[in-house]
């Protein structure tokens, strides 16, 4: 009996034995029904699309830089009436208008030619454009050259030396502003003396007025170098 009971004991104690053993693999395995989670899938991220439309830049048009505007030349009128410089300067403001108009330089008023030049040992006396207009108008007319008065005759009323020289003369009647008006389109409308106020050539000029009566005397003497 006793044996039996002590074999009874050793059958227990292997089987309790072999309960902790399966207990010991169970807990070192790991469980077979546990699945591993998911990956998650890649997210796409977008591209952004451009909703705006390429601009185009408007050329911007250049305008031809504008020219100046040509000096006016205003006569001065207020006292041509009653001083011979003031109808002088008109009249040379008129003629450098017409020259400005067709892109030639202005004339520079010579007074030495204008005035005459004085007597020098070995030279007569040059009685220069004045000299010429007060001769026509003693005359009574307009004239280059006259034989009454060969001093005041062309050229040898040209009291400045140069390359070039030329002579316009003329008359007309009014009030010295009218007949400064009226020389000035004479001398556009006739073609010689056109030609002679509009050269080139000419850098200087010697300008005189004289009334006689109720006319009025031009000599307009142009010079060059």
């Known amino acids: 009996m006793l044996r039996v009971l002590k074999g009874v004991a050793m059958l227990g104690a292997v089987a309790a034995v072999a309960i902790v053993v399966s207990a010991i693999v169970a807990i070192a395995r790991p469980a077979?029904?546990?699945?591993?989670?998911p990956k998650?899938?890649?997210?796409?991220?977008?591209?952004?699309?451009?909703?705006?439309?390429?601009?185009?830049?408007?050329?911007?048009?250049?305008?031809?830089p504008t020219?100046?505007?040509?000096?006016?030349?205003?006569?001065?009128?207020?006292?041509?009436?009653?001083?011979?410089?003031?109808?002088?300067?008109?009249?040379?403001?008129?003629i450098n208008g017409d020259r400005h108009a067709h892109h030639r330089a202005p004339l520079l008023l010579d007074m030495t030619q204008t005035l005459g030049s004085a007597r020098t040992p070995g030279h007569r006396r040059c009685v220069g454009t004045r000299g010429h207009t007060r001769a026509m108008a003693k005359s009574g007319h307009i004239w280059h050259r006259n034989k009454r008065y060969p001093h005041a005759s062309?050229?040898?009323?040209?009291?400045?030396?140069?390359r070039y020289s030329a002579e316009n003369?003329?008359?007309?009647?009014?009030?010295?502003?009218?007949?400064?008006?009226?020389?000035?389109?004479?001398s556009m409308q006739a073609r010689k003396q056109r030609d002679r106020l509009l050269s080139?050539?000419?850098?200087h000029i010697g300008l005189d007025l004289?009334?006689?009566?109720?006319?009025?005397?031009?000599t307009e003497d142009f010079l060059g170098p």
């Open 210 to 218: 004289e009334r006689r009566g109720p006319r009025v005397f031009v």
């Open 154 to 162: 062309y050229p040898h009323n040209i009291c400045q030396r140069g």
């Open 40 to 64: 998650p899938a890649p997210t796409r991220t977008a591209t952004p699309t451009s909703t705006s439309q390429p601009v185009t830049p408007t050329p911007t048009a250049i305008s031809a």
């Open 200 to 203: 080139s050539h000419f850098t």
């Open 67 to 94: 020219p100046p505007a040509p000096p006016v030349f205003d006569p001065v009128t207020s006292a041509c009436a009653h001083t011979g410089s003031d109808c002088q300067t008109a009249l040379l403001m008129l």
């Open 32 to 37: 077979n029904n546990h699945q591993a989670a």
């Open 169 to 186: 003369v003329d008359v007309a009647s009014g009030n010295e502003w009218v007949a400064v008006q009226t020389i000035e389109h004479h």
